[in-house]
């Protein structure tokens, strides 16, 4: 009995380790996937890339107080799926609001966080505002 014991006991002990295993290496290959974003922090060069790659630029105004810009940080951007499509169709930019008060005026940004989409000519043809989900932010670009 108690080498019956002893061996149920092995087993439950091997299945555990093989499920802690797997589970490591999904979460792992899930977050390897997550595109490394890389955001300019001044509109002029961006809008100069956007027109040598014919992209368009994506504009994430925020402010270091607003909670739900932080969400969008924490969230929305690094999703593997929305890094990607804004890696490969945008150039990025991020403009504190507190920082650089004259271009939220210029763009009418009213409420944290607000997204602009700029053609590659600096015309704006998308507003998001507010917090979105991954999903959410999937169906906007």
């Known amino acids: 009995m108690k080498k019956l014991l002893l061996i149920l006991g092995i087993v439950i002990a091997a299945v555990l380790v093989i499920y802690a295993v797997s589970s490591s290496q999904n979460n792992n290959d899930s977050q ?21 790659t014919n992209k368009q630029v994506f504009i994430d105004f925020y402010a270091d107080w607003c909670p739900y810009c932080k969400e969008l940080d924490k969230n929305t951007f690094p999703d593997p799926k929305v890094s990607a499509i804004l890696a490969q169709k945008y150039v990025l930019v991020k403009i504190n609001t507190d920082q650089n008060p004259a271009l939220a005026s210029q763009y009418q940004v009213y409420g944290l966080p607000t997204m602009v989409i700029l053609n590659s000519n600096g015309q704006e043809i998308k507003r998001i505002t507010g917090y979105v989900t991954p999903e959410q932010m999937l169906n906007q670009l």
């Open 32 to 52: 390897s996937q997550t595109v490394n974003l890389k955001w300019y922090t001044d509109i002029n060069p961006a809008l100069q890339e956007a027109q040598k």
